[in-house]
């Protein structure tokens, strides 16, 4: 991935609260470029932290700096190079699905060659050629939303922000978005989504946090997080596939197929099986609640 050296994202005391409830806790946070995913539970701060990374919503104190520029001195710069798409579809529904397209392109600086490309390729790859010169008002939810996330893709904007954006997609759909993302990654784009799916930040994020009570617990590569919970196991199954036994082991091919060959002498009919730990356990384990 074409990535630069400068940071991405930079937190350093972040807080910010509604009233009496403290939402964000002092955030300290270094960001490289790549693909970022935030994970909590409802209520945890994620999309207060977005907001506040794409400059919609004040801070109360600390710093923060995207792209190496300050969130509140150079709000205007900063506008000019993120895309954001937040959990609720934000397209105009008094216009055609193509006309918001090529709205965007325009207003994000494409030309009309390059807009009128941008567009068609995305209304095919998520499935609105169909509809492309229909009103967004006539749109189903789930066509509203595809609409909205192709608006956020079509300039190819040095970083985007995605809050839930698979959040009552289809399968097929949910897909499109993971093969965009990580061909918008190829070239150099950057990614900070917010998700509920726990597959989709093992599947996309060069690093994950870990957001709960307003603080991150937790920050780092997918196996990083697992290797908290605990290494592999071996399963032992029998002829029904029920679980008689587990071996614990460091994962190495190594260690596991000495493992393996201790089995086949001592017990050549057994059945086994290979478990890593999995996000959801690393979830419950530090937030105290299951994903959703």
Known sequence: MRYT????????GLTKGFGNNEVLKGLDL??????HALLGPNGAGKTTLVNILSTLTPFDSGAARVLGLDVRGDKKKIQGMISLTGQYAAVDERLSGVE????????????????????????DRFELTAAAGKRVST??????RKLDIAVSLIARPRLIFLDEPTTGLDTRSRQTLWDEITGLAQTGTSIFLTTQYLEEADVLA????????????????????KERVGGSTI???????????EIATRGSAL???????????????????????????VFLQLTGKKAA
């Open 235 to 245: 399963q032992l199954h029998d002829g029904h596939g029920n679980v008689t036994g």
């Open 100 to 123: 918001n397209l090529h709205m965007m392109g325009r207003l994000f600086g494409l030309s009309r060659r390059d807009t009128a490309d941008r567009t068609a390729d995305l209304l």
């Open 5 to 12: 050296d400068a940071p991405l994202i930079e937190l350093d």
């Open 30 to 35: 270094a960001l490289p470029p790549g693909i």
């Open 139 to 144: 749109y189903s939810g789930g066509m509203r």
């Open 206 to 225: 060069d690093r994950i946090l870990v957001l709960n009570d307003g603080r991150i617990v937790a920050d780092g590569t997918a196996s990083q997080l």
């Open 255 to 281: 260690e596991i197929s000495r493992h393996l060959a201790a089995l086949a002498a001592e017990r050549p009919d057994v059945q086994v099986t290979v478990r890593r730990p999995t996000l959801d356990e």
